[in-house]
């Protein structure tokens, strides 16, 4: 019992302490489809866009063999002390015809641009093919435009 314990109270705090920042709920559909049943899927994105001072900035490269990410460059590094980047995660789920919803799954994501009252927030999910999303945050209904790399996939909505 204390184990289990133990464990609950260690995973409440990583989680409590990833979560520094806005959380955009976003949900969309799928526009560039070859199958008809693909348009009736909705697509739930939740974005966490961290705080500034929040000091995660991570290049990585994935080797292809054993699908783990090598760290470049840290917040510390003599190569490049400016940030090129932030780390941050995206949480997506599916419903057909608005049924009930799948399962979220948890990415990782990459901001290469921080949203500002003229820039759009901008980063890629990253696996074995790369996903970029775009947010136009400082547009009203906040659209947003995710897409696969090297395909016709796309998936359009908005956020709140």
């Known amino acids: 019992m204390k184990k289990i314990l133990l ?40 974005v966490v866009i ?39 995660f995206i949480e997506i789920t599916e419903s057909l015809d608005k049924g009930g919803k799948h399962k979220s799954i948890r990415y990782d994501y990459i901001i290469t641009k921080m949203p500002d009252s003229n820039n759009s927030l901008v980063g890629f999910v990253y696996g074995v093919d790369p996903w970029i999303l775009k947010v136009d945050t400082w547009k009203k209904n906040k659209p947003f435009t995710f897409f696969q790399t090297g395909s016709d996939n796309l998936i359009q909505g908005e956020c709140k």
Do not use: M
């Open 7 to 46: 464990a609950v109270t260690i995973l409440a705090t990583i989680v409590t302490t990833q979560v520094n920042g806005e959380i955009l709920k976003c949900e969309g559909s799928i526009v560039n489809s070859r199958y008809d049943f693909e348009k009736r899927i909705s697509v739930y994105i939740d």
């Open 50 to 88: 961290p705080d500034a001072n929040v000091e995660e900035y991570v290049l990585t490269l994935a080797d292809k063999e054993s699908r783990k990410s090598k760290i470049l460059i840290t917040p510390k590094s003599v190569i490049a002390p400016i940030p090129l980047v932030r780390k941050s």
